[in-house]
């Protein structure tokens, strides 16, 4: 994760210089505040990185004599399968569309993203999933 947080704080340097030097060059307010975002955006993910590095085990990526076959083994859990993402697409796009087609298509929105959300947080606390 090191390796990780200084890639991060190095870009986050570079989006800097090159959001001073859009900004004198431009003086473009649109361009320039988005890539001030992009440098503070890059400030959080680097600062998280480092910060966890130091409290986690070396990783192989940081270890330069590491093989690729050192950093095998389980990387997570992922959900096998899962309905609920599906209806979380389809109201945030019919919520976005709603913009564009009139604000009565957000009722309809609404529901499809709060039951999906609902079922994506609780799709392990109900049926034969619930723990015990």
């Known amino acids: 994760m090191k390796v990780q947080g200084k890639m991060f704080i190095w870009l986050a340097v570079f989006v800097l210089v090159m959001a001073i030097v859009y ?15 992009a440098f503070g955006l890059c400030i959080m993910v680097g600062y998280y ?4 590095a130091r409290r ?17 083994g389980e990387v997570g859990f992922f959900s096998p399968h899962s309905w609920q993402p599906l ?13 564009a ?24 606390y109900r049926g034969e999933n619930r723990t015990q």
Do not use: N
Request: charged share 15%; no cysteine.
């Open 23 to 37: 900004g004198v060059w431009s003086k473009e307010p649109a361009g320039t505040t988005a890539l001030f975002l």
């Open 49 to 52: 990185l480092a910060f966890t």
């Open 56 to 72: 986690v085990d070396v990783g192989a990526q940081d270890d330069k004599e590491a093989d690729v076959a050192d950093d095998a």
């Open 87 to 99: 209806s979380l697409a389809i109201g945030g796009a019919f919520l976005f569309l709603s913009v």
């Open 101 to 124: 087609i009139g604000w009565w298509l957000a009722y309809f929105a609404a529901p499809l993203l709060l039951i999906g959300l609902w079922g994506w947080v609780f799709e392990y």
